[in-house]
C-alpha cells in the first residue's frame, strides 16, 4: 500500500516535533553543564568557612583532632588548657554545613570533627557506637554490611554526626520527632576537660542543652544511637492540590503501617507557583531491591543538571516539575533498599557557580495553619528578587529531647532553598525576605530553624524561642569562661 504525500508530510513533521520536545531538554542540561567551572575555592591560610561561603573568618589555628580513642582525649585535654590559658576561643566543626558562624569563632581555635569517626555495632540490642566526626554516609555504609540502617537522619548523608546533633537536625521518616529522639547516650568533654557520660537517665540537663546545642556545652566524643532494619522500599507520589496535603497525608500515610519514608513538595515555577503539590513516599515491600550501584554515578550526575538547570530558568524549573511528576519515572517500577535512598550526597545538587551560595530555610508549622503559612508566604516570595530554587515539605513529630526545640507539637517543616549572588544587595534581599518569612511564621504559631545566616535579631529570635535565656544562663553554669564559643552564642546571647 503507498503511503500519500499529505501522509508522509505529517509523518515527518510528528517526527520533527518528537526530535525538537526531546532535543530541548538535553540542550538546555548541556548548557548548564558547559556553563559551569569546577572550581573549589582555596582559602586563605588560618581561616575557614562554611557551606554558605559568605563566612570566611581569621581564627588562630585549625586542628584534626585524631582518631584514636585515647590519643583524642589527651589532645584535647590540651587544647583546653592552652586555650584556657591565652584567652582562646574553642569552635566545633565537622562538615561544616550550619550557615551562620556556628563553627567558628574570630582569632579562635577551631577543632575539626571528622578524623574521629570510629564504628560499631551492637546486634543484639541494635545500637550503633560512633565517633561524632563521622559522616552518616560512612555510618549507612557500615550498617549495610549488617542489613541494619540509621533511625532518625536528615535528607543528605554528607554531614557530620557530632554536626547534626549539634543542631538536631530533623529527617524525612514517618512518626519521628528530631534526629536525638534517636540517641541512646553520648560522651561529653566539658570546659575542665572532664569525659562525662550523658543519657536521659545520667547529666540529663547537659543530655537536653547538648542536643541541639549548637557546640556551646562542650565537645561530643562517643554517640550511641539506635537503628533499624535496612528495609525493601517502592517509591510512591500523589499529585494533589495543596489545601489537600495534611488530610492525604493523614489518609495514605498515617494510615498505611507501610510507609517509612516520605516528603512533599511544591512547586516553585512561576506558572502555577505554589499551586501544586507531590506527596511522596516509600513503601515497604518483600520483593528484592535492584542493584544499581554501576549507573548510580550517571544518574546522580543527571539528576544534578536537572536541578542546576533550574536555577534563573523558568523552563529549567519547569523541566524539573514535569520530569519529577511524570508517571513515567523509572523509580517508580523500581525497588530500593532503605539505605540506598537514604545515602544521598549533597553533591546532588551541588552549585559549581562560584558568584552565587544556595542557602536553607526551614520553618515549622502546626497542621492547623498549613494553608494559612502557604498563603501568607505565597506573596513574599513572588515578590522577591531571590531565585527560590524548592520548596519541601516534611513532617516532624513533637521534640521531647532537646531544650531549645523548634518541634514544641507535631508540625510540618517547610524547607526552602534558594540560589544567592555573592552581592550586598542580594545579601540585603535576603535578610528582609527572612524576617518577613519568620514573621509569618510567627503569625500562624510556628518556628524557624536556627542553623542558618542570621539574619534574626535578638529579639525577634526570642520571641519564637523564649526559652533562649533560660538555655544560654545554663551555657554559663556549665561554661562560665565561655570557652565554647562561636559566632552563633555572639549573635544571641
Given at each position: 500500500?503507498?503511503?500519500?504525500k499529505?501522509?508522509?508530510?505529517y509523518?515527518?513533521?510528528?517526527?520533527l516535533?518528537?526530535?525538537?520536545?526531546?532535543?530541548f531538554?538535553?540542550?538546555?542540561?548541556?548548557?548548564?553543564?558547559?556553563?559551569?567551572?569546577?572550581?573549589?575555592?582555596?582559602?586563605?591560610?588560618?581561616?575557614?568557612?562554611?557551606a554558605?561561603?559568605?563566612?570566611?573568618?581569621?581564627?588562630?589555628?585549625?586542628?584534626?583532632?585524631?582518631?584514636?580513642?585515647?590519643?583524642i582525649?589527651?589532645?584535647?585535654?590540651?587544647?583546653?588548657?592552652?586555650?584556657?590559658a591565652?584567652g582562646?576561643?574553642?569552635?566545633?566543626?565537622?562538615?561544616?554545613?550550619?550557615?551562620?558562624?556556628?563553627t567558628?569563632?574570630?582569632?579562635?581555635?577551631?577543632?575539626n570533627?571528622?578524623?574521629?569517626?570510629?564504628?560499631?555495632?551492637?546486634?543484639?540490642?541494635?545500637?550503633?557506637?560512633?565517633?561524632?566526626?563521622?559522616?552518616?554516609?560512612?555510618?549507612?555504609q557500615?550498617?549495610?554490611r549488617?542489613?541494619?540502617?540509621?533511625?532518625?537522619?536528615?535528607?543528605?548523608?554528607?554531614?557530620s554526626?557530632?554536626?547534626?546533633?549539634?543542631?538536631?537536625?530533623?529527617?524525612?521518616?514517618?512518626?519521628?520527632?528530631?534526629?536525638?529522639?534517636s540517641?541512646?547516650?553520648?560522651?561529653?568533654?566539658?570546659?575542665?576537660?572532664?569525659?562525662?557520660?550523658?543519657?536521659?537517665?545520667?547529666n540529663?540537663?547537659?543530655?537536653?542543652?547538648?542536643?541541639?546545642?549548637?557546640?556551646l556545652?562542650?565537645?561530643?566524643?562517643?554517640?550511641?544511637?539506635?537503628?533499624v532494619?535496612?528495609?525493601?522500599?517502592?517509591?510512591?507520589?500523589i499529585?494533589?492540590?495543596p489545601?489537600?496535603?495534611?488530610?492525604?497525608?493523614?489518609?495514605y500515610?498515617?494510615?498505611?503501617?507501610?510507609?517509612?519514608?516520605?516528603?512533599?513538595?511544591?512547586?516553585?515555577?512561576?506558572?502555577?507557583?505554589?499551586?501544586?503539590a507531590?506527596?511522596?513516599?516509600?513503601?515497604?515491600?518483600?520483593?528484592?531491591?535492584?542493584q544499581?550501584?554501576?549507573?548510580k554515578?550517571?544518574?546522580?550526575?543527571?539528576?544534578?543538571?536537572?536541578?542546576?538547570?533550574?536555577?534563573?530558568?523558568?523552563?529549567?524549573?519547569?523541566?524539573r516539575?514535569?520530569?519529577?511528576?511524570s508517571?513515567?519515572i523509572?523509580?517508580?517500577?523500581?525497588?530500593?533498599?532503605?539505605?540506598?535512598i537514604?545515602?544521598?550526597?549533597?553533591?546532588?545538587?551541588?552549585?559549581?557557580?562560584?558568584?552565587?551560595?544556595?542557602?536553607?530555610?526551614?520553618?515549622?508549622i502546626?497542621?492547623?495553619?498549613?494553608?494559612?503559612?502557604?498563603?501568607?508566604?505565597?506573596?513574599?516570595?513572588?515578590k522577591?528578587k531571590?531565585?527560590?530554587?524548592?520548596?519541601?515539605?516534611?513532617?516532624?513529630?513533637?521534640?521531647?529531647?532537646?531544650?531549645?526545640?523548634?518541634?514544641?507539637?507535631?508540625?510540618?517543616g517547610?524547607?526552602?532553598?534558594?540560589?544567592?549572588k555573592?552581592?550586598?544587595?542580594?545579601?540585603?534581599d535576603?535578610?528582609?525576605?527572612?524576617?518577613?518569612?519568620?514573621?509569618?511564621?510567627?503569625?500562624?504559631?510556628?518556628?524557624?530553624?536556627?542553623?542558618?545566616?542570621?539574619?534574626i535579631?535578638?529579639?525577634?529570635?526570642?520571641?519564637?524561642?523564649?526559652q533562649?535565656?533560660?538555655f544560654?544562663r545554663?551555657?554559663?553554669?556549665?561554661?562560665?569562661?565561655?570557652?565554647?564559643?562561636?559566632?552563633?552564642?555572639m549573635?544571641?546571647?
Amino acid at each position: 500500500m503507498r503511503i500519500s504525500k499529505k501522509n508522509k508530510r505529517y509523518s515527518i513533521l510528528i517526527l520533527l516535533i518528537i526530535l525538537v520536545v526531546i532535543a530541548f531538554p538535553i540542550i538546555h542540561l548541556l548548557k548548564t553543564k558547559w556553563g559551569e567551572i569546577d572550581r573549589h575555592s582555596v582559602l586563605p591560610a588560618r581561616h575557614v568557612d562554611d557551606a554558605s561561603m559568605l563566612n570566611l573568618t581569621k581564627v588562630d589555628s585549625i586542628i584534626a583532632i585524631p582518631a584514636d580513642r585515647q590519643a583524642i582525649e589527651n589532645q584535647l585535654t590540651q587544647i583546653l588548657r592552652y586555650a584556657d590559658a591565652k584567652g582562646l576561643k574553642v569552635a566545633l566543626a565537622g562538615a561544616r554545613h550550619s550557615m551562620g558562624g556556628h563553627t567558628m569563632y574570630p582569632g579562635g581555635i577551631v577543632l575539626n570533627m571528622l578524623p574521629y569517626n570510629h564504628m560499631q555495632l551492637d546486634t543484639i540490642d541494635n545500637i550503633l557506637s560512633i565517633g561524632s566526626g563521622a559522616l552518616w554516609t560512612d555510618a549507612i555504609q557500615y550498617l549495610d554490611r549488617f542489613d541494619r540502617s540509621i533511625a532518625v537522619m536528615q535528607a543528605f548523608s554528607s554531614f557530620s554526626i557530632g554536626g547534626s546533633l549539634s543542631v538536631n537536625g530533623h529527617g524525612w521518616q514517618k512518626n519521628s520527632p528530631p534526629l536525638v529522639s534517636s540517641v541512646v547516650s553520648f560522651t561529653l568533654m566539658n570546659a575542665q576537660g572532664r569525659v562525662l557520660h550523658c543519657s536521659r537517665e545520667k547529666n540529663t540537663e547537659l543530655f537536653h542543652h547538648v542536643l541541639g546545642g549548637y557546640g556551646l556545652f562542650g565537645i561530643i566524643l562517643d554517640v550511641k544511637l539506635n537503628v533499624v532494619d535496612n528495609r525493601a522500599l517502592k517509591y510512591h507520589y500523589i499529585n494533589l492540590a495543596p489545601e489537600h496535603y495534611t488530610a492525604y497525608y493523614k489518609k495514605y500515610i498515617l494510615d498505611n503501617p507501610k510507609v517509612d519514608l516520605v516528603f512533599g513538595r511544591l512547586r516553585v515555577s512561576n506558572k502555577n507557583f505554589m499551586e501544586e503539590a507531590t506527596l511522596n513516599y516509600f513503601e515497604q515491600v518483600s520483593e528484592p531491591p535492584v542493584q544499581l550501584s554501576l549507573q548510580k554515578k550517571n544518574i546522580e550526575e543527571t539528576k544534578r543538571l536537572i536541578f542546576r538547570g533550574s536555577v534563573n530558568s523558568e523552563y529549567g524549573k519547569r523541566l524539573r516539575w514535569d520530569l519529577e511528576t511524570s508517571s513515567a519515572i523509572p523509580a517508580r517500577l523500581l525497588t530500593f533498599t532503605r539505605n540506598e535512598i537514604m545515602d544521598s550526597q549533597v553533591s546532588l545538587i551541588e552549585n559549581k557557580d562560584t558568584t552565587s551560595t544556595d542557602l536553607l530555610h526551614e520553618y515549622f508549622i502546626p497542621e492547623r495553619n498549613f494553608m494559612n503559612f502557604i498563603q501568607d508566604i505565597k506573596p513574599l516570595l513572588i515578590k522577591s528578587k531571590l531565585d527560590l530554587l524548592n520548596i519541601t515539605i516534611r513532617a516532624v513529630n513533637r521534640d521531647h529531647d532537646a531544650y531549645l526545640n523548634y518541634a514544641r507539637e507535631d508540625v510540618f517543616g517547610f524547607v526552602l532553598l534558594f540560589n544567592q549572588k555573592k552581592t550586598a544587595q542580594q545579601e540585603t534581599d535576603m535578610q528582609n525576605l527572612t524576617n518577613l518569612l519568620v514573621d509569618a511564621a510567627l503569625k500562624n504559631e510556628g518556628t524557624y530553624y536556627l542553623p542558618y545566616r542570621l539574619h534574626i535579631a535578638k529579639e525577634k529570635m526570642r520571641k519564637v524561642y523564649p526559652q533562649a535565656d533560660s538555655f544560654f544562663r545554663t551555657k554559663l553554669k556549665y561554661d562560665p569562661s565561655e570557652l565554647f564559643n562561636n559566632k552563633f552564642y555572639m549573635h544571641y546571647k
